[in-house]
């Protein structure tokens, strides 16, 4: 059988290939085992799942092994967002939640994904315990066919968007949005977020123009449901063509957000978390700590000085996040993926959510995108500039290519990069330099992908691609 291993949020494979039913069920098994153990079986967990193929078939099978150990099962009525998915763990006030989705990666991934009763993702030593209880063989997975669990109680379906749709509430008046006028262009990448910013926004003089919003898992017109460049090209397009005001992109499972400003142009995901945060700290007055992966943008620090906040930085994946907002009660976390996190909701990525105050954003300063950015870095002081290389390695050789490169980071010491002086290394997660002019590269290895990965920020524009071929070159990777 497989070994499996959970990386940056769960586990994720190729289906069919090794994302199969009995592999799903293995690790539902270990889920299983795992909660048993910690007698955390009392409350039950939610089960849930995205849009891409047989995932439902696929939710269906862990509910089925977790009935069979004896642990009630909350399954979702249909495919729901990650964030929706995650509250429910919360308004439901179950153990922990099963999610089936491969999030951003290719159409032909599925994934794994476990959260524990705050909603959030499992610290990594939760995921090792996990990983460690997955049996080596399916004969050992006990399994009660759906049906008989349904019929004796042990399995209930139910929808998770009520609550979730009550919860807002308490997050946002989304009333000053809809009277705004906007006219938004909204990208679901055929993913689970098609129809609820339309949902919740319907009754206003705002205007949502949805795009991609069936399902169809092999995700035409993009490589893969990522709210990136060039992923999101149709609805920069579409932005232009239309005279929209913002364009805005939630990954296949809805917890990332990608923005396109009103004149098509792509709003990074570096620039997007700036933004969100001097939302909260100049538009709501809120303050606190603010949580960041080391692959996001220097511009945050800038904010915590100005607004006298800390800035913590963690590892990349919320696996670091989450618990870190939950220790320092966090104002705000978030990552370069895309994906961001508030107070007051679940310690989870949320593009729901993240849509909703970005139009906020617009709406009480009354500034387009590209005046927010504007006014940013006039407020910082510089403009930061941002891009990221992914080089997919092959799967045989990828440990033994990872291997040698970390091998080799670990032993130079570069005193510049691109003409940069070095000014730090720091090795929490993958390597990153920091540069003197506030920048910054980092080179790291994918949790769930055979990737690695080259990203930097810099205030000096004609340098960005000279310092990310500097990275790969530090990596010891050709460069052509």
Known sequence: ??????????????????????????????????????????????????????????AAAVA????????????????????????????????????????????????????DEHGGAIDPAGLKEIEARIPPRENEVQRIPLDEALDKGL???????????????????????????????????????????????????????????ERNPIFPEMSRPEPIPPNVDVCLRTVKELGADVGIINDGDADRIGVSDENGVFVNQLQVYGLLALYLLEVRGERGPIVKTLSTTSVLEKLGEIFNVPVHQTGVGFKYVAPKMLETNAMIGGEESGGY??????????????????????????????????????????RYYYDRIDTRLPVEKYASIRAEAEARLRTIQPQ?????????????????????????????????????RVYCETTHADKVQDILQEGRKLAGLHVH
């Open 64 to 115: 089925e092994v977790l009935a069979a150990n004896g642990i009630h099962v909350l399954l979702c009525d249909g495919a729901a967002p990650t964030p929706v998915i995650s509250y429910a763990v919360v308004a439901q006030g179950a153990s922990g939640g099963v999610n089936i989705t491969a999030s951003h990666n290719p159409p032909w991934d599925n994934g794994f994904k476990v959260r």
């Open 1 to 58: 059988m497989t070994t499996i291993k959970f990386g940056t949020d769960g586990w994720r494979g190729t289906i069919a290939e090794d994302y199969t039913f009995a592999n799903v069920r293995r690790c539902a098994q270990g889920f299983a085992r795992y909660l048993l153990d910690l007698k955390k079986t009392t409350r039950g967990i939610v089960v849930g799942h995205d849009k891409r193929f047989a995932s439902e078939h696929f």
């Open 341 to 382: 996190a508030f107070r007051g909701n679940i310690p989870e990525r949320d593009g729901i959510l993240a849509a909703l105050y970005f139009l906020d954003l617009m709406v009480q300063t009354g500034k387009r995108p590209s005046q927010l950015l504007d006014h940013l870095y006039e407020l910082v002081g510089a």
């Open 155 to 213: 399995v209930r379906r139910f929808d998770p968007a009520p609550a979730y749709l009550e919860h807002l509430q308490q997050l946002i008046d989304v009333e000053p949005i809809k009277a705004a006028g906007l006219k938004v262009v909204y990208d679901a990448m055929w993913g689970n977020g098609a129809g609820w910013l339309r949902r919740i926004l319907a009754g206003g003089k705002t205007e949502i123009i949805e795009i991609h919003g």
């Open 416 to 452: 510049e990069v691109a003409g940069l002086k070095v000014t730090g290394i720091l090795t929490t997660d993958g390597f990153k330099f920091s540069l003197e002019d506030g920048g910054w590269l980092l080179i790291r290895f994918s949790g769930t992908e055979p990737l690695m």
